[in-house]
């Protein structure tokens, strides 16, 4: 029997049986762990690792988690990580080799960009980036030594919507594997495996521990990438602490009451932005007027909190004017936790497309607050910073 995501969102990962009834799995810390007998010992040894029988190598707590998140994805197995940069360079150092060519989607999440041109570069990968518009295009640039494509989708600051169908068919038909950091939509809003891709990495920091509490990260592989990463992925030693893997069990218990909500709030945000003068360009792909409003409606299940506008200044006096009048959005890295966020980040570095856009990117966390006080905070600031480039104008001309 088949069940909704809010259903399997409260059972998945969860055996009350297992543990004298209790309705969330123990949390287990611990290195040694001591077997019944040799024969047992000996056992633990099939699954591939000699040493597997140990607390580095996963508890019930971390099994718990993992288990749930590949179910929720539509994965084959997951492994958790300590942060969501920790899933995403374990997962390149993990497939590719010296010699390997990737390729990675122009809008990626800054460190991942900054890891594969620091560390895979020096270690003999030869590291491509590509326009996440491409679609079934990249078919162009894959290699007989392109190893893995890695996407972004939407981008977590400029938002563009790639094609996973397209690209995983193209990828695919070369023998290559498809990443993709599913972060932005959560294990909820899309499926990746439906859609094609091999691997999905979250990081779980952001939406499923929603609390701003904790730092963790996923990788999520079907049958055929983990074959050839799962058995990797032990080998750097990266160990997830069972608190914080304990905190992100019970995020996952409300993670479909919070997405509805930062969905609703963030869509209303957006909305409303783009009407107001002293923005460009709102970037978000529930909008109907956004460029990739038509890939998000075919493959997402809907939206979370997360999208950016352009303002149409640069001047850090304008700047200062916008944020000093918030008072409901802090200014702050990260995003997925209850608390609103407003980030400058200016103009996101592109090397295989370029950035259209004019004015200075502001990212935007919706969180769980009233919607119509973080709309009118909003407003009003833009307002704020709208009298201050007139103002600025006037007294240039």
Known sequence: MSHSQDTLLIQTGRNPAAYAGYVNPPLFRGSTILAESYESWEAAKQTGNPYGNYGRFGSPTIRAFEEAIAGLEGGYRCQVFPSGLSACTHTLMGVLGSGDHVLI???????????????????????????????????????????????????????????VPAIAQAVHAAGSLLAIDNSWASPLFFKPFTRGADISIQAATKYILGHSDALLGTVTCNEHAWEALGKRLPLFGETAGPEDVNLALRGLRTLGVRLRQHQENGIALATALGDHPAVVRVLHPALQNDPGHALW??????????????????????????????RHFGIGLSWGGFESLALPVGRPKRTASAWPHQGTLIRVHAGLEDGEELLADMLGALDSASARITRDRRDAA
């Open 297 to 326: 409606k075919r493959d997402f299940l809907g939206a979370s909190g997360l999208f950016a506008f352009v303002l149409d200044s640069e001047s850090p006096q304008v700047l200062s004017c916008f944020f000093g009048a918030l």
């Open 105 to 163: 989607t122009d809008n990626v999440y800054g460190p991942t960009r900054s890891f594969a041109d620091g560390m895979l570069s020096r270690l003999g990968v030869d590291v491509e980036y590509f326009d996440p518009l491409l679609g079934a295009s990249i078919a162009s640039l894959l290699r007989p030594q392109t190893r893995l494509v890695f996407l972004e989708s939407p981008g977590s600051l400029s938002f563009e919507v790639c094609d």
